[in-house]
């Protein structure tokens, strides 16, 4: 196989055919007028989404005023499971299931 000779084809061919960025040289034959910048511009939107998502990652995972109780109970033996109100979770959340299917 040969190499292309063509100035940007050949920078190319080198990436591909090294794939280690260390050893890339620039052809001779490609000029460089201005430094190329790149720039990045977040929208309003996607700084407000990060705000929350970092409220959100500081909130403790398990809430300790919902576990207590029911760790407590649980311990004690006192805890009963009203199966009318899992019956109907369970029906409601198969039914949202099978909406997106």
Do not use: C
């Not at 040969?2 to 050949?10: D, S």
């Amino acid at each position: 196989m040969t190499t292309p000779k063509i100035g940007v084809v050949t920078y190319l061919y080198q990436i591909k055919q090294n794939m280690n960025y260390k050893n890339l040289k620039t052809p001779k034959n490609v000029k460089r007028k201005h430094a190329v910048r790149e720039q990045v511009f977040i929208s309003s939107d996607a700084k407000g989404i990060k705000k929350y998502k970092d409220i959100i990652s500081r909130l403790p995972d398990v809430r300790k005023e919902k576990v207590e109780p029911l760790k407590n109970a649980i311990e004690h033996g006192i805890y009963q499971v009203n199966s009318e109100r899992v019956a109907i979770k369970m029906l409601q959340e198969f039914s949202l299931f099978n909406l997106f299917k």
